[in-house]
């Protein structure tokens, strides 16, 4: 494995073959898992009678905290999974796409913070406690979009699709964002519970929206090529 970067007129880039690139993935790879585990700390174990009973281990407030780690461990495993899939379009990082990704790894260091104040028995009927959450998760959404188009503007992406195909891409990544900042109103108008139950509507509204942007994409690729 090489250790050499390449100085070009848009800048210097460490290609799949070089260390910076290996370590790049390591490192992320260690702030998801990172993120995962800090997960745990936000719950707190109950005092001795919360251990008498199943029903009085759950109204002790871990059930609500479990709830929220279950929730937030999918949220952060998806992060992941999407920074995999962005890395593995990449014919090389830049310093450009590092700092885009280690911004939008900075929301997702942060979710273990707004996931102890949407689930804590004290809080998680604070409708700021699911703002927070809400505007967490659809900044590192964006985050990550960013990095993807840094990447494509800096010509580093092994395969790029046509620009239109990349925007439809977008579009339907923004449906994570719209459904959780939608429900910051829901939690000032009608409640936390009803703003949280709003979230699984992109249980859904994301396949749907996979699907027709995947039919555009493929549509979009056919013309290119045609032409």
Known sequence: ????????PAGTRYGRDTVEFG??????????????TMLVVNIEPPGRE????PAALIS?????QFVGFVISFVVIAVFWRVNHRLMALLSAVSPGVIAANLVATAFVVLIPFS???????ETSDAP?????????I???????????????SQGLLSDPLPLRADLVRFLDTLVTPAVFLASI?????YGTDWARSSWAVLLLLGPLSGAWATRRIARIVAVEHAD
């Open 50 to 53: 919360g251990w008498s009973s």
């Open 115 to 121: 996931t102890q104040g949407m689930s804590d028995a």
């Open 60 to 64: 002790s407030g871990v059930g609500e």
């Open 185 to 189: 109103p829901i939690a000032y108008v």
């Open 1 to 8: 494995m090489s250790i050499d970067a390449t100085d070009t």
């Open 23 to 36: 370590r790049a993935i390591a490192f992320f790879d260690a702030v998801y898992a990172f993120a995962v």
């Open 138 to 152: 659809s900044c590192a959404v964006l985050a990550q979009s960013a990095m993807h188009f840094v990447a494509r």
């Open 128 to 136: 700021l406690a699911v703002a927070v959450y809400a505007v967490n």
